[in-house]
């Protein structure tokens, strides 16, 4: 796993190694990961997981499977709930009207999301 951190989006990317996709989820890194995500998304930000160019977006409360990323950009809403903060993630072309809905006081890329490297 290498991680690194796209301070234009405030995104923290982890690649993961193909041969071992799903290592990231053994412990004792699947609650550091966990952490990370949660404390990025405090300062609007994300975590994104990379399997090659498939995408996971990693939340407090769950994974959100984006898939193959080309030249979407991530948004993610933030709204209250009743037990505190919600976290929602989508996938989204830079001129999708929907964005600017979901948006409000939220985070997101402003330029395509793309796996490092």
Same mark, same amino acid.
């Given at each position: 796993?290498?991680? +690194?951190? !796209? @301070?234009?989006? $405030? $995104?923290?990317?982890?690649?993961?190694?193909? /041969?071992?996709?799903?290592?990231?989820r053994?412990?004792?890194?699947?609650?550091?990961? #966990?952490?990370?995500?949660?404390?990025?998304?405090?300062?609007?930000?994300?975590?994104?997981?990379w399997?090659? !160019?498939?995408?996971?977006a990693? %939340?407090?409360d769950?994974?959100? #499977?984006?898939?193959?990323? +080309?030249?979407?950009?991530?948004?993610? #809403?933030?709204?209250? *709930?009743?037990?505190?903060?919600?976290?929602?993630? *989508?996938?989204? !072309? @830079? &001129? &999708?009207? $929907?964005? +600017? !809905? /979901? %948006?409000?006081? +939220?985070?997101?890329?402003v330029e395509?999301? $793309? =796996? =490092?490297?």
């Amino acid at each position: 796993m290498v991680m +690194t951190y !796209e @301070p234009s989006s $405030r $995104r923290v990317d982890i690649q993961v190694d193909p /041969m071992r996709a799903d290592a990231w989820r053994a412990p004792p890194y699947y609650q550091q990961i #966990k952490r990370i995500a949660e404390n990025a998304l405090r300062g609007d930000g994300y975590l994104i997981v990379w399997q090659g !160019e498939d995408a996971i977006a990693v %939340l407090p409360d769950r994974e959100v #499977k984006l898939g193959r990323v +080309t030249s979407e950009v991530v948004v993610v #809403k933030r709204s209250q *709930a009743e037990n505190g903060v919600r976290y929602d993630v *989508a996938l989204m !072309e @830079p &001129d &999708d009207p $929907r964005r +600017t !809905e /979901m %948006l409000g006081a +939220t985070s997101g890329d402003v330029e395509p999301a $793309r =796996p =490092p490297g």
